[in-house]
């Protein structure tokens, strides 16, 4: 029912406007005296090199890619979990059947070295 | 309906339920955080064999008061290489999606005052394990954001990190549940209760999946032993490193607020919810609040959660990386694969048993 979702909406309405004026009230609240150095992107205290706008290692790519296959396979296995007891054995059967074909490229990212970090 | 001999339309009484209720959970939700934060201050202080917390006020009790005056009245800084905009914008997405979570959660069952039925959870929706799994998602762009938005190289390899290590968990996080699901029939938080109700907690026949759940809980709200994203040793504070005065208490905010979510969560799913645990024992089934269910019992499930999440803090070491993800997904998916399979199989054991029998009825 789309009408169970309202409250969430107010819901949502609240937390943001809390966030903003969390944030609002700080701003007015707090002193406001920038400086050149306090501005510096924190280093440890060191002087900043360079810049973090740089590439970024292939392997969190590879995970976000791998996860996405997972996640899919999740939103596969709530909806055959809810309706499971209705025909539990040929589910079952059904599911071992996607699982299983799905192991493979489990296993083979595995076989690989997907998971491997080093 | 008539209320203080005003009519007045059922619809805007509604509303006004509805938004009041909206803010007194807000507003119980920050005071836990900020009792539970201090709480875990002194357990982790003795632990370490300190004292923890005790000047302000009387045992220390104000300690979080001072906290969000400070908070608030520090100055914020915005550093001029980063993206303005984004930097705001990322701690109100983790602190909204945090407070946004817990909407759906049953924390008592319904009351009735001034002879209007209160439901004690915002919205019942039919999705609810699913909303919340969605929302965690969308939370992991506040962190991710807030990472590249510093344009602080231990912010963005924090925050990689954290996106890495938080949708590696959550494969387990939403695997771990299958088996509750399929026992339940129900993705509704209020129908599991109901279930566990009639027919025990779900911990007994989901033991696997109680334990894999809360370790990948665990792992989704960057505690100790997980806690890789703001590695304090080797990236300053991850990816709040540049954030400070509210904007920082926001992503702490975040983090125990989802702490109790999470908590939250495996209690309705694995441990009865609001349901007492001595109703069904014989003398002490007539004490009233005992035998009762209700907020009591819920609040007490969660602050044990919370306290074992803070002993845990206290006492193990920090994995590493590689082992971070080694274990998510070498042993914990396969496990949850596993008690999906022996679900199945409590689930098929008077099929199993009748097929033995001779009486086969492959359906």
């Known amino acids: ?118 | 309906m008539n209320i203080l001999g005003i009519s007045v339309d059922p619809a805007i009484v509604k509303f006004i339920i509805l938004v009041v209720q909206c803010i007194v959970w807000i507003v119980a939700l920050l005071t836990t955080f900020a009792y539970i934060q201090l709480v875990e201050r002194w357990t982790i202080a003795r632990i370490q064999v300190r004292i923890g917390p005790n000047r302000t006020g009387p045992r220390g009790l104000l300690q979080p008061l001072a906290d969000a005056i400070k908070a608030l009245f520090k100055e914020e800084l915005v550093p001029t290489n980063a993206d303005k905009l984004v930097f705001v914008l990322a701690p109100m997405i983790s602190v909204s999606c945090a407070l946004l979570a817990f909407a759906v959660i049953p924390v008592a069952p319904p009351i009735n005052l001034f002879g209007v039925e209160i439901p004690m959870q915002i919205a019942d929706v039919d999705v609810g394990v699913l909303y919340i799994l969605a929302i965690g998602s969308v939370s992991v762009y506040g962190t991710v954001l807030a990472g590249w938005s510093s344009n602080n190289k231990y912010s963005l390899l924090g925050s990689l990190r954290a996106a890495a290590q938080l949708i590696s968990y959550e494969v387990t996080l939403g695997l771990a549940l299958v088996g509750v699901f399929m026992l339940t029939s129900t993705l509704s938080l209020n129908g599991i209760v109901d279930y566990q109700k009639n027919f025990g907690w779900l911990i007994a026949p989901q033991i696997i999946g109680f334990f894999l759940y809360v370790i990948a809980s665990i792992a989704e709200t960057n505690r100790l032993p997980f806690d890789l994203p703001e590695a304090e040793t080797e990236l300053i504070a991850g990816y709040y490193t540049e954030y400070s005065s509210i904007k920082f208490a926001f992503f702490f905010m975040a983090e125990y607020i989802n702490i109790i979510t999470v908590c939250a969560v495996t209690t309705t799913l694995f441990l009865g919810g609001f349901l007492s645990p001595l109703s069904g024992i014989p003398f002490l089934r007539d004490i009233p609040i005992l035998a009762w269910d209700g907020i009591w019992w819920f609040a007490l499930k969660v602050f044990v959660l919370i306290f074992i999440f803070m002993w845990i803090r206290g006492t193990f070491p920090r994995l590493r990386y590689d082992q971070l993800m080694n274990f998510t997904w070498k042993a914990m998916l396969p496990a949850a694969l596993l008690n999906i399979l022996i679900t199945a199989g409590i689930v098929l054991y008077p099929e199993i048993l009748r097929l033995l029998n001779g009486q086969v009825t492959l359906r």
């Open chain 1, 1 to 118: 029912m789309p009408a169970d979702y309202f409250p969430l909406f107010i819901m949502l309405v609240v937390s943001v406007a809390f966030a903003a004026i969390g944030v609002g009230v700080s701003a007015i609240l707090g002193p406001h005296r920038p400086t050149a150095i306090k501005g510096q992107t924190y280093e440890s205290g060191m002087p900043t090199i360079g810049t973090a706008r740089r590439r970024v290692w292939i392997r969190y790519y590879l995970v976000a890619v791998i996860f996405i296959l997972f996640d899919i396979e999740i939103i596969f296995f709530y909806p055959w979990a809810v309706v499971f007891k209705q025909a539990p054995l040929f589910l079952l059967i059904e599911m071992v059947v996607f699982v299983a074909i799905l192991l493979v490229g489990y296993i083979y990212v595995w076989r690989k070295g997907g998971f491997d970090w080093y």
